[in-house]
């Protein structure tokens, strides 16, 4: 359910963003083109990561090879010693599945998004004779979901790319599945011999269009096999080349006797399984794989020329590797950062000048002694009697802080009464 929720919302976001391009560029083809490019630049980084990793497998496969025939009787060991070196070569052996993996859900959402929407009759009484969109992820309010469905403006470079090459140069029959009796029917509308009225189209669950629109029994591919189909077959020519190349540089980025032979017969199949594929798909779609072979080759080219695959490319990573297992640095996270930080405040603290004496705080400061005191005039000293006066001992006009003069310390003398 969940995996449904989200195929859908990339089937719907793909649809909103090709309609929105062709709001602003309003041709078919330059849209599909400027959405695989979109594409593909937000897949680079897994990309760039496949091929590296698809290259260095097969890179170690005569090494692989080697131990295979080495520990042909100890499995156990075996796996130990390939993983070892895979480890020692920086490889990751599913690095190359991933990424691959990421990118072919892409594949398939932009043929569910380019291919034409289906049509179905509608289930409601009041609706009789009228049908319904079905398996569209376009806006319904959006210029080229109204020409797609309608079959208009959707030519590019002397092709319709709704069609494909086994229909190109043909009127061909736009069908539809009868929920009533499980049967395939032809539209009606221009184009049927047996019903050639065209019934009104309403959008998803049978809502109304911003629009008018009307079925066809026909779509409209060309009048002539030849020349029509020229343009389809060059498309398709192309495609195939593209991928047959971008296979055998990869082939020649790799060392001798690095792939197998079910490896080689498959990267020979591929492009023959896609040719046969591309007869019977959109040209649509045939020009998105088109333009995504060709950035393929662009993103090999570059990784070829700075040399981050290649013969040498992998000899290169394992002697990094060595180096930093040699020369171990220790991976910096938040743990360590704070360790780091602790540190240096300790380090720093240790660096300060600590006072003098045996216990951590601060001695206190002896005071010198100043002598026996004078007893102050008319008065007499500690131990006698007060003057005159002055029942309290205070001489009268006297300041009020004489009254918290401190003791003398006991190793002070005092005077003799």
């Known amino acids: ?35 695989t490019l979109a594409i593909r630049l937000l897949l680079l980084p897994l990309g760039i990561k496949q091929i590296k990793s698809m290259q260095h497998m097969q890179a170690l496969q005569p090494k692989l090879k080697e131990l295979q025939k080495k520990y042909k009787n100890n499995r156990q060991k075996q796996q130990e010693e390939q993983m070892k070196l895979y480890k020692e070569a920086g490889v990751n052996p599913l690095g190359g599945c991933l990424p691959m993996l990421l990118t072919l859900p892409f594949l398939f959402a932009m043929y569910a998004v380019i291919r034409p929407p289906t049509l179905t009759p509608s289930q409601d009484p009041q609706q009789r004779g009228s049908f319904v969109v079905a398996n569209n992820h376009l806006p319904q309010d959006s210029a080229l979901f109204q020409n797609v469905l309608t079959h208009q403006n959707t030519d590019f470079l002397f092709m319709n790319l709704q069609c494909n090459l086994v229909g190109a140069g043909t009127q061909v029959e736009i069908k539809y599945k009868d929920p009533a009796d499980r049967l395939v029917k032809q539209l009606p509308g221009p184009g049927n011999t047996t019903d050639a009225t065209p019934a009104p189209i309403l959008g998803k669950d049978g809502t109304a269009l911003p629009f008018s629109a009307q079925t066809r029994g026909t779509l409209d591919c060309g009048h002539q096999r030849f020349p029509d189909m020229i343009p389809y077959i060059l498309l398709l020519a192309i495609m195939v080349g593209s991928t047959f190349f ?79 297992a040699a020369n171990p640095t220790p991976r910096r996270g938040v743990m360590s950062w704070m360790t780091e930080r602790a540190q240096a405040i300790q380090d720093q603290r240790g660096q300060t000048p600590k006072p003098k004496g045996n216990g951590s705080a601060p001695q206190r400061k002896k005071r010198p002694n100043p002598g026996p005191r004078k007893p102050p005039s008319g008065g007499s000293a500690r131990g006698g009697k007060p003057p005159a006066g002055d029942p309290g001992g205070r001489k009268k006009g006297a300041a009020p802080g004489n009254q918290l003069r401190r003791n003398p310390k006991p190793d002070q003398p005092e005077d003799e009464a």
């Open 246 to 324: 971008q296979t055998w540089q990869m082939q020649r980025a790799s060392p001798k006797d690095s792939q197998s032979s079910q490896q080689q017969a498959i990267t020979r199949v591929m492009p023959l399984m896609f040719a046969f594929f591309g007869l019977q798909f959109p040209a649509g779609l045939v020009l998105y794989w088109t333009v995504s072979n060709g950035l393929q080759v662009a993103q090999q080219t570059y990784l070829l020329r700075a040399g981050h695959i290649g013969p040498e490319a992998l000899e290169r990573r394992m002697a990094e590797q060595n180096e930093k």
């Open 1 to 35: 359910m969940v995996a449904n929720v989200l195929w859908q919302g990339l089937l719907n976001a793909l649809g909103s963003v090709l309609a929105w391009i062709y709001d602003i560029v309003p041709n078919y083809g330059i849209a599909i083109i400027v959405l």
